[in-house]
């Protein structure tokens, strides 16, 4: 609530109030540089706000102790823009990473586990590849599927569509949307595809000048006729 | 106010290194879990400079030879060359030539590697995945460097003892047996703390702890740098800079208080 972020003299974050509820999917757009993965990083503890409250699952992230925080994120997962996999680890080790730090399953248990997810994420072939070795849309989805390997409570997804075909970027909106149902899952995303939209979101909010400025259900959103979300849009969203 | 600036950010960094230090001594019990990886790094920090340790320390044997058996031949104590070739190789050239070769290599590499992690979000990934990165990255590096500095140590005394052997015999006619004689004899002498020859055990000690500093200097740097390729271009150059201004003085520190009278 009332969260303010600056870097220097820039002021990213200006008062940002935002709610999300369990199981809801959020979608955040808005152009770049108005505090979208800013608000992400703070509600994954990477940032934390010069002003204002961020309450993640009962938990102040401004008082959080380093233990709590260590045990909350692994109730969470974060998917980065560029997949951010561990370049020196093949893709199943990048993925089984979570569970080998933090879990007591067997190596065939963690290994049953990893191969469901690349399932999950359409790359059951991919396994001892070098994150060097695969175009940048598998990056993601490996990303992903390292995000949902400890079937967390709350995924923050950043674009998780960009750069991606549009082939691919569908499947991976479909697979946001199929998480969140069947895990039930708590979700946040930021896109800047009007697909993304309309496939995975249950609420969608624009951000401008580090605040909320319009806050509706999908449908409503894109219909909208606040003229900044319009000049947004554009004419051919997409 | 530039230089002030600049002692802020040298002290802040200082901070950071001592604080990282601290960190990866808590994460010793971790070894176990961590073997495969530290197995890795020190086939990495040796296996990869090994042949550049042994061709310098070669010709720094025979530079050292050269140099100092020119000087005592017209003192007409050319016999003695061995033993300054040994006592120096053991005491200070081995460790630091060592020392300095790692730093280059393995150092770079390090804050490199790290730098490149840190800028490409690998490291906040790390984080939002509950892998403590100190234990993950840092721990198994230092512990590494700090083991396979001395085995390289010996490399660097056994052969710049070699090198300047090849010169005694063949440019100041002093014949290999007595070279190798006396200079064996000379690391004998026993003293200060452990009961084996001190002139061996102190370089010895002196490359643990130049290990443990270039590994701590370059991880920080590496776990510090910001802003894309330039920024790890940075933490890298900051590394090897620091890192030998650092074993310098740690260098005359140690020798101070291994051999002050």
């Known amino acids: 609530m009332n969260v303010c972020k600056a870097f220097g003299s820039k002021v990213v974050l200006s008062g940002l109030t935002l709610d999300v509820k369990r199981g809801e999917t959020l979608v955040l757009m808005g152009p770049s540089g108005t505090g979208k993965s800013v608000t992400l990083r703070h509600v994954i503890g990477l940032l934390r706000q010069d002003s204002g409250d961020v309450w993640v699952e009962g938990h102040d992230m401004s008082l959080i102790k380093p233990l709590e925080l260590f045990e909350l994120r692994k109730r969470m997962g974060y998917l980065f823009q560029e997949g951010a996999l561990i370049n020196w680890m093949s893709v199943a080790d990048n993925v089984a990473l979570p569970l080998m730090e933090n879990s007591s399953l067997s190596r065939s248990e963690m290994e049953d586990r990893v191969r469901e997810k690349l399932k999950l994420v359409h790359l059951d072939g991919v396994w001892d590849e070098m994150p060097g070795e695969i175009s940048g849309g598998m990056k993601k989805r490996v990303g992903l599927a390292r995000a949902l390997i400890t079937e967390p409570e709350l995924i923050l997804y950043d674009e998780p569509n960009a750069g991606l075909d549009p082939e691919i970027s569908q499947s991976i909106n479909e697979l946001i949307r199929e998480v969140a149902d069947t895990l039930k899952i708590t979700s946040m995303v930021i896109t800047h595809m009007v697909s993304c939209v309309r496939t995975v979101a249950d609420r969608v909010v624009l951000l401008e000048g580090g605040k909320v400025i319009v806050d509706a259900p999908p449908q409503e959103f894109l219909n909208h006729e606040h003229p900044r979300l319009r000049r947004f849009l554009g004419k051919d969203p997409d | 106010m530039a230089l002030f600036r600049g002692f802020i950010e040298f002290a802040r960094g200082l901070g950071f290194q001592v604080g990282l230090f601290l960190q990866v001594i808590a994460r010793f019990p971790h070894i176990p879990k961590r073997r495969a990886f530290i197995s890795s790094q020190l086939y990495g920090a040796g296996n990869k400079v090994l042949h550049v340790v042994l061709l310098v320390s070669f010709v720094m044997g025979m530079v050292l030879s050269l140099q100092t058996g020119l000087v005592l031949a017209d003192y007409g104590q050319q016999d003695k060359v061995g033993i300054v070739v040994a006592v120096t190789m053991a005491r200070e050239m ?87 004689d006396s200079a064996l004899e000379s690391l004998q002498g026993l003293g200060g703390l452990l009961a084996v020859p001190k002139d061996v055990y102190g370089g010895l000690m002196k490359s643990m702890v130049f290990g443990a500093v270039i590994s701590i200097i370059s991880c920080a740097e590496g776990l510090r740098a910001r802003g894309g390729a330039l920024g790890v271009g940075n933490a890298t150059r900051t590394a090897v800079r620091d890192s030998i201004i650092a074993i310098i003085i740690v260098n005359y520190f140690i020798t101070w208080f291994l051999y002050q009278k």
Request: no cysteine.
């Open chain 2, 94 to 180: 081995g460790p630091f030539t060592t020392a300095i070769i790692l730093a280059a290599t393995v150092g770079s590499a390090l804050a490199a590697e790290l730098g490149t992690m840190a800028v490409s979000e690998e490291l906040s990934a790390l984080e939002v995945i509950s892998v403590d990165k100190v234990s993950f990255l840092v721990m198994p590096r230092v512990l590494a460097m700090i083991l396979m500095a001395p085995v390289l140590t010996i490399f660097a005394d056994t052969m710049g003892i070699v090198g300047g052997g090849f010169v005694a015999q063949s440019q100041l006619g002093v014949g290999s047996q007595l070279y190798y």
